[in-house]
C-alpha cells in the first residue's frame, strides 16, 4: 500500500474512521426508529372517527352561542298565563301571549293603557308555531292590534262620523267593499289619502278611518274606536284589506275585549 492510504486495498477491511470531535475524531450520532404501537388499523380509525365527532360538536355549539348572542330577544311571549292588570277603575286579566311591550307584561299591576296583539280571525294570540304571521308586515297581515284604556268620555269612531266628520267631508262618499261607503276626508293629499268607510243601517253605525299612502312600501291601514261597557275604552288597527269582514269585527273585538274584565 502507498504512503497516502494506511489501508491494504486487497489484504483486510479497513477500520472505521472516527468521527471529528474536539480531538479531531468524528463522533457517530444513533438513529433509532420509533417501535410500534402495537394498535390494529380499525381502532386507530375509530379514535380519528371519534376526534372529528367531537370537533364538530364543539364548532356547532360555538356557531350556537354566537347566533344566539347576535339574534334580537323578542318582544313577544308564548306564555298564555293570564296577567292582573289595572286599567283606572277596572280589573283585567290579561294572557301574556296577548300583551305586545315587554314593560307592560313585567310590569302588569297598574297601568294607563295595555296593547294587544291578535291574528284574525282566530284572536289568538303568540306562539311560536304562529311567529310567521306576527311578523307579516304585507297589505294582507292578520294582526290586530288593540289598545286597551279606562276612558267613559272619548268619542267612538260611530259617534265622530256623525258629529264630526259627515260635515267635513271633502267629496261625495265612494263605494266600497260588501256595501261600505269611502266618504274622503280634506286635508295633504301628497302623502296619501285619508278616509272613512262607514255604513249606516238599522243595525247601527260602522265607522273607520282609514288611510292609504302613497308610498307602495307601507300599509294601508285603518283604525276603528268602540265601547265596551261603560268605561273599556277600545281602539283596534288593522288592515284595509279586512273592512270586507266589517260585519263581524265589533262582535268579535268586543267579545274579546269584554272577556279580560274581571
Known sequence: ASKRDPCPVAEQPCPSRP???????RMMMPLTLPSGTGMRARHFAAIVLALA??????VAHTVGNWMNFARAP????????????????LELSVPANLMRRVEERVAGGALERVNLAVLWPSLEGYSELRSRMFSDSGDMSPVFHI????????????????????SL???EALPGPDGLALLPLPGDTSSGTDFV???VSG??????RCFTPRDRALAANCERSIRVGERLFVTYRFRQAWLSDWRSLDARISALAGSLLR
Open 19 to 25: 468521527a471529528a470531535g474536539q480531538d479531531g475524531e
Open 53 to 58: 365527532l367531537v370537533g364538530t360538536a364543539y
Open 74 to 89: 323578542s318582544t313577544w311571549s308564548e306564555r298564555d298565563v293570564p296577567l292582573p292588570v289595572t286599567l283606572g277603575t
Open 147 to 166: 289598545a286597551l284604556a279606562d276612558d267613559a268620555t272619548t268619542m267612538e269612531t260611530s259617534e265622530r262620523l256623525k258629529r264630526v266628520w259627515l
Open 169 to 171: 267631508a271633502s267629496g
Open 197 to 199: 268607510a262607514h255604513n
Open 203 to 208: 243595525d247601527g253605525v260602522f265607522a273607520a
